[in-house]
């Protein structure tokens, strides 16, 4: 009873607080002071440290800023907003420098020459300007698709409106960082949980004049689609933001020898505290504009650029308890609860401990007082345990052996590396397994896959609770009226949903593909998949010849992915979700990226190496002109390209079956 009291009133002053809070973030002026409003946020985050059972999600412990989100009105980007892969030590750079060695066929001597700029940790956003007049703002959203947030940006100083230099291109959208500068961030700290938030938080307003109050920075980095931009070099077109108007970052380098870059970097990190705004590590871009166009980029990550993250915060905690999560895939991951603490602004109350294998070779404990660190966006984790304040009495972690489904779950044995894996598995493939149901569900509606708007994760586990789906089929058979009836559902919300499901009948061959979230099948191997396997007839048959089907032709689909796929598609659930998913959905055929392409319909195999080109970059260029590279010569080959030292067996077999033998230097000029 008594608890029953204590979690009204809790609830109580979070429905107080969230009204104030949105008074606060969408009007211009407050309802109460500052001091009141932070001391009704102390009292609710009091509650919830005495009694551990008060958890709520609209809890200011967990929420930060309003976000208005449906009030912006959602643009296309005309060139994607990409994302950076990251780096975190000596080792991840040598990689990436040896890739792109690789990939442009580089010579030892040859140096790369970096622009390293630090990484604002802040929003992006891309302003575009037609004939020198900054005309629409957008954010990033998902990189494809943003929002129209051009009168907020207006408000913001460092936005130049107008821009009358000669030598500035006629259409051009230009990218950089919205951010708060700590000075700033320290007066209105109590309202958000670290500076990126405030930012975002203010930027998304629904008033302009809101985001007026709040000062917000710009720093400009690079730029999207444009017409007559004649440029060699990021450090050029750097120098031409500042000229043109724009602040760039006056800590921006350029760099040759990854030794150089990580003498830089220890700086930075060493000045990091010094600098006015949050940065959390250097990006790197190859300099020369040339070589990034021959590089491209893969999925949503440019190969031209690296983060390099500076090295994590970390603060000591205590283990509460040790909780399995089981994954899409059914990996067992044990997360540590532990008592919250601040980690460089964030709350931090659950950390990962990777997998049983992790927490032996730790020895970690529940009771146990651990170091726990974060670093940038990457899921906090335990490092290691302080023995001296472990209690006589603590006992070793004995994990299960069982999935909460009840299989037992198996270590598989790798292949390749010819060791057991450390991740433990619940075996279940198809539905049978709760757990992997609702992850499946959760990756099916996800950004990258369906992307159904409103649907997230919180909404998956609410109708998965209420016995509303249980297969992805089901999302588009939803009792409507019984979810109008539900709390905090209505006429309007319902409306937006069934708009939102609807809406995405329609879907592409790759993103079907991935959203079955089939284990190796990725963004990058789906869309492989799609673009040889071309229509979903094609893609269904597999459930019946998957045996002797040609999987095996495609470049990077590899024995671990086809195992993976059969797997798949021997299930009967997931058998049957697939014949119930091709009634509801309208799949379309694969289409490359360019149809019309100079190399259509032909098919390519190269041999021997290639004069300053790697062999991937070969089959980009052939792919990018809709050739297309095959694994074996048969009479489906048009085009043999033979490098230095040939296999002569291939060379023979062309011959014997009339197949059309190129030079490198006769292939390129098929490209002009
Ligand atoms: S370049 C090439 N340059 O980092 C594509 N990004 O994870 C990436 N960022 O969304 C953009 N400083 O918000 C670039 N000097 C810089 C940057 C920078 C910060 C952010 C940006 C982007 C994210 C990529």
């Known amino acids: ?27 211009s002026d407050p309802k109460i002071s500052d001091s009141k409003f932070d001391q009704l946020k102390k009292e609710i985050i009091d509650l919830e440290n ?5 958890n709520s999600k609209n809890s200011p412990s967990k929420t930060v800023g309003f976000t208005p989100s449906k009030n912006f009105k959602k643009v296309k980007h005309k060139t994607q907003m990409l994302s950076l892969s990251n780096a975190f030590n000596e080792e991840d750079l040598n990689n990436f420098e040896k890739k792109i060695r690789n990939f442009l066929s580089l010579s030892k001597d040859f140096e790369l020459e970096y622009s390293a700029e630090p990484k604002i940790d802040g929003i992006s956003a891309s302003l575009i300007y037609k004939n020198g007049k900054f005309t629409m703002g957008l954010s990033r959203g998902d990189g494809k698709e ?5 009168e907020n940006l207006k408000t913001i100083e460092d936005i130049p409106k107008i821009i009358t230099a000669k030598n500035f291109p006629v259409e051009i959208d230009i990218r950089g960082e919205i951010f708060i500068q700590n000075s700033d961030f320290s007066k209105i700290k109590t309202k958000f949980a670290n500076p990126r938030n405030a930012a975002s938080g203010s930027l998304r307003q629904k008033d302009p004049k809101a985001t007026s109050k709040i000062p917000l920075k710009f720093i400009a980095y690079t730029y999207g689609f444009t017409k007559n931009l004649d440029i060699k070099t990021q450090s050029i077109f750097l120098k031409n933001l500042k000229d043109w108007g724009f602040k760039t970052n006056e800590y921006n380098k350029i760099i040759k020898g990854i030794e150089n870059l990580i003498i830089n970097h220890n700086k930075l990190e060493k000045k990091r505290n010094l600098i006015d705004f949050e940065i959390d590590g250097i990006v790197y871009k190859i300099n020369d504009f040339e070589l990034q166009k021959r590089l ?10 690296i983060a390099h993250k500076f090295s994590a915060n970390s603060s000591i905690s205590k283990i509460i308890s040790i909780e399995i999560q089981i994954g899409r895939t059914g990996a067992l991951t044990p997360v540590a609860k532990i008592e919250p603490v601040n980690i460089g602004g964030v709350t931090v109350s659950n950390a990962t401990l990777h997998n049983e294998d992790e927490i032996k070779r730790k020895d970690i404990r529940i009771g ?3 170091t726990v660190e974060r670093a940038g966006d990457v899921i906090p984790h335990v490092v290691s345990v302080d023995l001296t304040k472990r209690k006589m009495n603590s006992k070793k972690f004995i994990f299960p052996k069982k999935c909460p489904c009840g299989f037992e779950t198996t270590k598989e044995f790798n292949e390749v590396t010819k060791k057991f894996d450390a991740v433990r598995r619940c075996p279940d493939r198809g539905f049978d397994c709760d757990a992997i149901a609702k992850e499946r569900l959760k990756h099916f509606v996800s950004k990258e896959a369906l992307n159904i708007d409103g649907f997230g994760k919180k909404i998956v586990e609410n109708f998965w609770d209420l016995k509303l789906i249980k297969y992805p089929q089901d999302i588009f058979n939803l009792d409507f009226k019984k979810i109008k009836n539900l709390d905090g559902w209505g006429d309007l919300s319902v409306a937006n949903l069934k708009f939102a499901i609807d809406s995405k009948r329609k879907i592409s061959l790759e993103k079907f593909i991935y959203s079955l979230g089939i284990r190796h099948i990725g963004q990058e191997n789906a869309k492989l998949l799609a673009i040889h396997i071309k229509t979903d007839d094609n893609f269904f048959k597999l459930l019946n010849t998957i045996d002797n089907n040609e999987l095996r032709n495609i470049d990077g689909i590899g024995y671990t992915q086809i195992k993976s796929i059969k797997n798949f598609f021997s299930n009967k659930s997931n058998q049957k979700i697939l014949l119930e998913l091709k009634k509801i959905l309208k799949i379309k055929d694969a289409t490359q990226t360019n149809k019309m392409g100079i190399l259509k319909n032909k098919t390519f195999i190269i041999t021997g190496k290639l004069e300053n080109m790697s062999r991937a970059e070969a089959k980009s260029i052939i792919e990018q002109n809709s050739g297309k590279i095959i694994s074996n010569v048969n009479k489906k080959l048009d085009y043999l390209i033979i490098g230095e030292k040939p296999t002569t067996k291939k060379i023979n077999l062309a011959k014997e079956l009339n197949i059309k033998i190129l030079s490198q230097k006769e292939w390129l000029k ?3």
């Open 50 to 54: 005495k009694y551990k059972f008060l």
């Open 1 to 27: 009873m008594k608890n029953l009291k204590i979690e009204k009133d809790y609830l109580k002053k979070i429905k107080l607080f969230q009204e104030y809070n949105k008074y606060y973030y969408d009007k």
């Open 296 to 305: 491209g980029y893969v999925t949503n990550a440019p190969r031209w650029a």
């Open 670 to 672: 098929m490209l002009n």
């Open 368 to 370: 146990d007082t651990v």
């Open 146 to 150: 943003g929002e129209d947030i051009t």
